[in-house]
């Protein structure tokens, strides 16, 4: 599977969109970009996944850029209950395994 | 019901000691996973099972030994482990027919701490 960067740590205010972004310049063609949050003292939970097209579901949205070698994710109104670690993972079709990356600790603030 | 359970909470145990930890799942998931993680660290595979058979080992050492007893439930056997072991180990379970985009649905995990 690809390897992912992300930030190590973002900041956001409540109210506002946050943009956690990821790079994958070494994605393949038949691999997709998955995003997980893990919120303190919980496991990790599924937010989205896509391939080359811009997902949204009740969660949040993912943009793919034309070239998919980076990704980002939004959270169009971040709450406090959205301060967790949140993973990008590349992952191809069918694959079992989840192989998690440092993941981006976002913060968000009152 | 999207819950994955996972017993005991926490767990203490000298290396000497003999151990159990415990996941049930009552989705109907055919695929199921052991993590470990280290603190501040992202989760890592340990096992999958799919349709009660292993089908993924990630080379983990024989003091962990794991069991699916049936479609349910996932055990994972504690035996002669070391502080380094200390850890959270994480549950999760999964919809399985290949080449469909399942999540995985984590458990809340069990606080390992060797002494």
């Known amino acids: 599977d690809a390897k992912t960067t992300q930030p190590t740590s973002m900041d956001c205010a409540e109210g506002r969109a946050a943009n956690l972004p990821c790079n994958h310049s070494?994605?393949?063609?038949?691999?997709?970009v998955y995003w997980y949050r893990q919120i303190h003292s919980q496991g990790p939970q599924y937010i989205i996944h896509?391939?080359?097209n811009n997902e949204t579901n009740e969660m949040a949205s993912l943009i793919i850029t034309e070239d998919r070698k980076s990704s980002t994710l939004i959270l169009p109104h971040a709450t406090l209950r959205d301060t967790a670690v949140y993973y990008c993972?590349?992952?191809?079709?069918?694959?079992?395994?989840?192989?998690f990356g440092q993941g981006t600790r976002l913060t968000i603030n009152p | 019901d999207t819950e994955v359970t996972q017993t005991p909470k926490h767990l203490v145990m000298g290396m000497t000691n003999k151990k159990s930890l415990k996941c049930e799942q009552h989705?109907?998931?055919?695929?199921m996973y052991w993590y470990k993680q280290k603190a501040k660290k992202p989760p890592e595979l340990m096992f999958v099972?799919?349709?009660?058979?292993?089908?993924i080992n990630e080379s983990v050492p024989s003091r962990f030994s794991p069991e699916c007893p049936n479609s349910s439930l996932l055990n994972l056997h504690l035996h002669a482990l070391q502080p380094e072991d200390s850890a959270l180990y994480l549950c999760?379970?999964?919809?399985?027919?290949?080449?469909?985009?399942?999540?995985?649905?984590f458990g809340p995990g069990t606080r390992l701490t060797v002494t």
């Open positions: 999760a379970s999964s919809r399985t027919p290949p080449g469909q985009h399942y999540e995985q649905y």
């Open positions: 896509g391939l080359k």
């Open positions: 989705m109907g998931h055919r695929a």
């Open positions: 993972i590349v992952r191809t079709l069918g694959a079992q395994k989840l192989v």
């Open positions: 099972y799919s349709y009660e058979k292993l089908s």
């Open positions: 070494t994605i393949s063609g038949n691999e997709y």
